[in-house]
């Protein structure tokens, strides 16, 4: 059973930071590559980013040096940090567990980011 559960979400003026985080209640975290997605109402989900077992972590163009992606392998926890927001990152943000350990791809409930003007 696969359990992913986001949190950290909220209102957040233009400029200003916030840090997702998600608890992961799947066997071997540590080994695993998990990441984020988020989506507006009326887009395709989009890919912001991962990070591998071994810390290698992949960005969206649109949000390099601005989003930090992190993990705690003792807490089975993974973190985004955002910062420099702009109106444009609202959108409902995933977590994910990509499809190739399990042959599904897992998403939690996600999480509302809002960036106001």
């Known amino acids: 059973q696969v359990q992913l559960v986001e949190s950290g979400g909220g209102l957040v003026q233009a400029g200003g930071s916030l840090r997702l985080s998600c608890l992961a209640g799947?066997?071997?975290?540590?080994?695993?590559?998990l990441g984020w997605y988020r989506q507006v109402p009326g887009k395709q989900r989009e890919l912001v980013a991962s990070?591998?077992?071994?810390?290698?972590?992949f960005y969206a163009d649109f949000v390099k040096g601005l989003f930090t992606i992190t993990r705690d392998n003792t807490k089975k926890a993974m973190y985004l940090h955002m910062s420099g927001l702009k109106a444009e990152d609202t959108a409902v943000y995933y977590c994910?567990?990509?499809?190739?350990?399990?042959?599904?791809?897992?998403w939690g409930q996600g999480t509302q980011v809002t960036v106001s003007p």
């Open positions: 994910y567990l990509p499809a190739k350990y399990t042959g599904s791809t897992y």
């Open positions: 990070i591998s077992s071994t810390d290698n972590a």
């Open positions: 799947i066997a071997s975290f540590a080994n695993k590559e």
